[in-house]
């Protein structure tokens, strides 16, 4: 097998778009990153859906990016993305086990697209390339592409959580997702509690003889390992600092007159805590009258997998309970939520961040969460503001600096609330401090050149 000297091969479900502002989507953000230093060939669904797919790939290139894409068979697709993956795997991921719908016929989907992706990638791939397989929906992968003869050396990393022993259990085919994820070189995790849960269902599921982080599989050494994902610090702190970004800042700060601006940036999703966050925000203008008129939450959560019915339920019961805090507080001169579904560009998202005296991030459960790390490097080092963070966030492992909270306790969130909304400057600026260094020291290069470091490696 060859080392890490050739190109790097990043394959993730969507590509692109490479010359418009990413979507939403910490994927695509950090992926884009990654890229852009060390060059290669970014592969994956491109977007277009038809009966009949093209078979052929197209390529495409911007700024050094190179791309990759193929198109896909719709009924395939909305079973695999909407089926398998975001029906099935996600909820079961982030430990909803009530959401998780399995069919064998969705399964069935999701590795038939696998198996395209296989097809069209194998062919493009040279001996000593280095693949980086990326995230739930392309499990599968590495096994198809080894029993099309590829020998290259193929690392997998999972973004989001990695589901507890028994709640794996439940799901029919199990083991052999166990068996698939086996067939990589190398499985990259977000933090050490995931990676204590994957080598628990290694062990007492597969069987399989470990040492530390080494796994003897019958046909090779599979090594597991934590690698947080981090932002690119500096192009962030540039965008909240450019001249537009200053303008909107002022121009917000202007409006807000004196008022505390908390904010919460979310992809419209139920792991992300929303519902519960509206909760501890009511219990928080129950509990301190004297903050009526004082803040203003305002809540971006642009819509995600809206074809999915959890995320529809979800959706419209986010908009009763935004309306109820609404009709419950409002006063003729202060509206005390504003909840936005449009996505905005990230120069707009940076100079928000940085007009928001506090930052309000409680998922129930996520991998990282990258909103968590945007917020800190968006924030004026002198004035910054104050980051709560859930106690179930990947991200509360390495940013122990901000206010953290559990999320299914909305008394203790509402005093985490109350806590940012009087804390001292000075306090604000150490802790800041404290967690712009850590930023700093794992930020989107470190993590994708400690990866592909021990992916390059031999076992
Ligand atoms: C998965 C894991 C893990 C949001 N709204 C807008 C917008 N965003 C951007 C944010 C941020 C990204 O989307 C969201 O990233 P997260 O990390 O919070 O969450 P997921 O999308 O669930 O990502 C997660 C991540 O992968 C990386 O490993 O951290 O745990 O679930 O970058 O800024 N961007 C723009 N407009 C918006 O309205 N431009």
């Not at 303008?247 to 700060?253: A, K």
Request: net charge neutral.
């Amino acid at each position: 097998m060859s080392g890490g000297k050739g190109r790097l091969i990043a394959v993730s479900n969507r590509v692109g778009p490479i010359r418009d502002t990413p979507q939403a989507g910490g994927l695509a953000v950090a992926l884009v990153d990654a890229l852009r230093e060390r060059g290669g060939l970014w592969f994956g669904f491109g977007g277009k859906l038809a009966a009949h797919p093209r078979e052929a790939v197209q390529l495409d290139s911007f700024e050094g990016l190179h791309t990759a894409t193929i198109e896909l068979n719709t009924a395939d697709y909305h079973s695999y993305y909407n089926g398998h993956a975001n029906g099935c795997l996600w909820p079961l991921f982030h430990f909803r086990p009530d959401l998780v719908h399995y069919r064998r016929d969705d399964y069935a989907a999701y590795l038939r697209i696998n198996q395209r992706f296989a097809d069209a990638l194998a062919p493009l791939l040279q001996d000593d390339d280095i693949l980086w397989i990326h995230d739930f929906h392309l499990i599968p992968l590495a096994s198809m592409l080894r029993a099309r003869g590829c020998r290259q050396r193929i690392g997998f990393y999972l973004h989001i959580p990695f589901p507890a022993l028994d709640l794996l259990l439940t799901l029919p085919n199990h083991l052999e997702l166990l068996q698939q994820l086996s067939a990589y070189d190398l499985i990259g995790v977000q933090t050490p509690v995931n990676l204590d849960r994957l080598h628990d269902c290694f062990t007492h599921l597969l069987g399989l003889p470990q040492d530390g982080n080494c796994w003897q599989t019958a046909t090779h050494t599979l090594r597991t390992g934590v690698f947080p994902v981090g932002i690119d610090v500096e192009t962030f702190e540039g965008f909240a600092t450019q001249p537009r970004a200053v303008r909107t800042v002022n121009r917000m700060r202007a409006e807000l007159r004196n008022r505390t601006q908390i904010i919460g940036v979310d992809r419209l999703d139920y792991a992300k805590g929303l519902l519960r966050r509206l909760e501890a925000y009511e219990r928080f203008l129950e509990q301190h009258p004297r903050a009526h008129g004082r803040v203003e939450y305002l809540q971006l959560a642009p819509v995600s997998r809206g074809e999915v019915g959890a995320y529809q339920d979800f959706r419209e019961q986010m908009e009763r309970d935004a309306a109820r805090i609404n009709g419950r507080y409002s006063r003729y001169d202060w509206t005390p939520l504003r909840y936005l579904n449009s996505p905005l560009s990230r120069a707009t998202l940076a100079a928000l961040y940085r007009a928001s005296a506090i930052g309000f991030v409680t998922p129930l459960r996520d991998g990282m969460n990258l909103v968590a790390k945007e917020y800190v490097a968006a924030q004026d080092p002198e004035d910054p503001g104050v980051l709560v963070l859930s106690l179930f966030a990947g991200a509360a492992h390495q940013m122990n600096a901000a206010v953290i909270a559990n999320p299914y306790d909305s008394d203790a969130v509402a005093d985490a609330l109350e806590t940012a909304r009087v804390m001292p400057l000075a306090e604000r600026r150490e802790r800041h401090a404290e967690l712009l260094k850590g930023l700093h020291d794992y930020d989107a290069r470190r993590w994708q050149h400690d990866y592909l470091d021990v992916l390059s490696q031999n076992p």
